[in-house]
C-alpha cells in the first residue's frame, strides 16, 4: 500500500488520527498481522482493548506495534509523528525544530529530538535501501554560497590565510532514484570538488542497484565502466544552453 501525498490536506485526509496511523504502522509493518516482539509468534495473538496492546498467544509478552520504532515510550501523538516524517520528507528546505515545534505544538526541545530521531532513522534505511529495473544516477556539489553566509565567508578567509590555499566548503552528493517507484538513495562522497571518481561510482552502485538493472547517467568519465557491470547503461546527454 503505497500512499501518495501532495500537500497538507492530502495527509490529513488519510491520517485522519492516531488510531488512522497505527493501522497503518501495523500495516507496514507486520502485514496486518500482529508478530510478537520476543518470540516472533504470529499465531492467534489477541487484542486487549483495555490496555490497547497484543499479548502474544504462546510467550504471554504483551507487545504494540510501536515497540522497537522510533515512536516507543513518547509522549507524543501518533499523527504529530507522522506529520512531522511526512514534513521532513516533502520540504525542499532543511525544517528547523522552530518550525517543527509551531507546526505540532510542541516545544522546541521535543522537537529538536523528533527531528533527530527521524533524521538518524531515515539515514539507517538509506543506507540499506536496494533499487532495481530502470535507475538514474547523478552527483552534485551542495553547500551555502560564501556571498550570502558571512561566517562562512570569514571562515574561507581565515583558512586560506593560514594554510594558503582554498577552503572546501562544498559537500559531494550522489543520488539514486529508482524510476518506477520513485525510491532514492543519497551518499556522501567527499568534499573536494571533481572528486568523484570511478571507484567511488563503483562501490555506491553496486551496494544500491540490483546487477539487472538499466543505468542512466550523464557521461561523466566515472561512469564509463557501467556497461559491464550492469544489464545496460545508458548516457544521457545534457544540452548546453
Request: charged fraction near 30%; include cysteine; charge should be positive.
Amino acid at each position: 500500500m503505497n500512499i501518495l501525498i501532495n500537500k497538507d490536506k492530502d495527509f490529513f485526509d488519510i491520517f485522519k488520527n492516531n488510531e488512522t496511523c497505527r493501522k497503518y504502522l501495523e500495516l507496514k509493518r507486520w502485514n496486518n498481522i500482529p508478530t510478537c516482539t520476543k518470540c516472533n509468534n504470529s499465531h492467534n495473538n489477541y487484542y486487549l482493548s483495555k490496555r490497547q496492546v497484543y499479548e502474544c498467544s504462546k510467550c504471554k509478552k504483551q507487545f504494540t506495534v510501536l515497540q522497537g520504532t522510533i515512536f516507543h515510550k513518547t509522549r507524543v501523538e501518533l499523527q504529530n509523528w507522522f506529520y512531522a516524517i511526512y514534513l521532513v520528507g516533502s520540504s525542499k528546505k532543511r525544517i528547523s525544530s522552530i518550525a517543527l515545534a509551531e507546526k505540532i505544538g510542541v516545544q522546541q526541545r521535543t522537537a529538536w529530538l523528533m527531528l533527530h530521531k527521524i533524521r538518524e532513522t531515515m539515514k539507517d534505511e538509506n543506507t540499506k535501501r536496494i533499487l532495481s529495473g530502470v535507475v538514474e544516477c547523478d552527483e552534485a556539489y551542495v553547500g551555502s554560497k560564501p556571498n550570502r553566509d558571512q561566517r562562512l565567508q570569514k571562515k574561507m578567509n581565515e583558512y586560506r590565510d593560514k594554510y594558503d590555499k582554498p577552503y572546501e566548503h562544498l559537500k559531494g552528493i550522489c543520488g539514486v532514484i529508482e524510476r518506477e517507484t520513485g525510491l532514492i538513495v543519497l551518499r556522501k562522497f567527499g568534499w573536494v570538488q571533481n572528486c568523484f571518481s570511478k571507484k567511488m561510482a563503483k562501490k555506491l552502485l553496486l551496494k544500491h542497484v540490483t546487477i539487472d538493472s538499466v543505468v542512466n547517467t550523464d557521461n561523466h568519465r566515472s561512469y564509463k565502466q557501467l556497461k559491464k557491470m550492469f544489464f545496460r547503461h545508458d548516457v544521457i546527454r545534457k544540452r548546453r544552453e
